[in-house]
């Protein structure tokens, strides 16, 4: 049989994708294993997302819609932007997405040609390098450092640039690390978008989940060179881009699912019913972050505080001789958690604590025992 292409030979599968899989299915086979794997909030849709969704299929909204969204939805994305994020947007620079992933994967499609260089802050989500190679592009490593909160040094950005770079990605709140870049330094980022001419992909999934801080936008310093990325499946940006991303959907998905359309039209407009659903989240997260950053101190355990997101990077020194070897004791202790190397974290596990406070417990009397 003829093999597969070159450049799926030299892709890796998403780790935490995996690790989760793994996870799942250990759990399906009734082992009794507490799953700090998935980056995925742990609450249920609320009544009122999932009615406008029987209400859809009801109506026989189920058919295709035009590759970059419906338009009410883009319309209800552009007031988002504009109310939240101080973006000046039009519906036509919005495009819904079949998930945040879907979003930038397009967009490196739509701008990268081979060779292209895109800056990657380490740690980083595993999928952006791996994006960025599919798309023929070169993901170049900047790295932050725990001492400094895992937030980047814009000088170091700086001299990684060449005349070949052509995208940044920042991610704040960041996953894997939690950190939340302070307004100065997105902004020195932003401001060096545009002095060197390359886009600022600014993937802002988690910005919801700050707990101490406050979220900023850099678009808002540099409209015409930023991609912002958001949940619930969507991105804006210049209108060039927008429309070669949504021509990579025609080519692709067609579109988003039409019922989980009208599903996000009814998060993003019933705003009263969603801010509250946040809240609740927020200050449930902030106290599990808390739960689990003392228990993993008592422990005598290192881990930067995160202000965001939902994620700790442990430190494995204590007790193992790299994350691999960490995920497996871990593993062994029926305590799932992603090792560091795909996120360039390395001697680092990555701990979500999207889950319950009585599992977060379980977690660490096991990690305990283990110690
Ligand atoms: N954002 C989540 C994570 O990092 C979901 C899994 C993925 O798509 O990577 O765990």
Redesign the pocket.
């Known amino acids: 049989m003829r093999g597969l292409s070159e450049r799926v030979k030299a892709m890796k599968p998403?780790a935490?994708?995996a690790v989760?899989a793994r996870a799942l299915e250990l759990k399906r086979q009734g082992v009794d294993l507490v799953p700090l794997t998935?980056?995925?909030p742990d609450f249920d849709t609320p009544e009122h997302v999932k009615e406008a969704a029987r209400r859809a299929l009801a109506q026989g909204k189920t058919k295709y819609a035009p590759p970059a969204g419906i338009p009410e939805l883009r319309e209800a994305l552009a007031e988002k932007f504009r109310r939240e994020n101080g973006l000046a947007v039009a519906p036509e620079e919005t495009i819904v997405t079949v998930g945040g992933?879907q979003a930038l994967f397009n967009l490196f499609q739509a701008l990268l040609d081979p060779g292209d260089e895109v800056i990657v802050l380490a740690p980083y989500?595993?999928?952006y390098p791996e994006m960025v190679r599919l798309a023929g592009g070169v993901p170049v490593e900047v790295a932050t450092r725990p001492e400094d909160g895992f937030v980047p040094d814009p000088e170091a950005v700086r001299r990684a640039i060449t005349p070949r770079t052509k995208a940044l990605v920042v991610n704040s709140p960041n996953?894997p690390t939690g950190a939340v870049y302070p307004q100065e330094v997105l902004e020195a980022l932003a401001r060096l978008a545009v002095e060197h001419d390359f886009y600022l992909v600014s993937d802002e999934i988690y910005e919801h989940l700050i707990y101490e801080g406050a979220h900023f936008s850099p678009g808002t310093l540099a409209p015409e060179h930023t991609i912002t990325v958001n949940g619930a499946a969507n991105a804006c940006g210049p209108r060039g881009v927008i429309k070669a991303m949504a021509d990579i959907s025609s080519q692709s998905t067609t579109s988003p699912d039409t019922i989980a359309q009208w599903a996000a039209l009814e998060a993003l407009t019933n705003l009263e019913a969603s801010q509250a659903f946040i809240q609740m989240a927020r200050k449930a997260y902030q106290k599990r972050r808390d739960l689990l950053l003392e228990g993993l101190s008592a422990l005598g355990l290192k881990a930067v505080r995160p202000s965001g997101a939902f994620y700790v990077l442990l430190n494995t020194d204590a007790f193992a001789e790299d994350e691999i070897q960490a995920a497996e004791r871990l593993l062994e202790a029926r305590v799932a958690v992603v090792p560091g190397t795909d996120f360039a974290a390395y001697r680092h596990v990555r701990l979500?604590y999207a889950t319950s406070e009585e599992n977060l417990k379980k977690a660490l009397g096991r990690m305990a025992t283990l110690l």
């Open positions: 998403s935490t994708v989760n998935a980056g995925e992933k989500w595993v999928s996953n979500s």
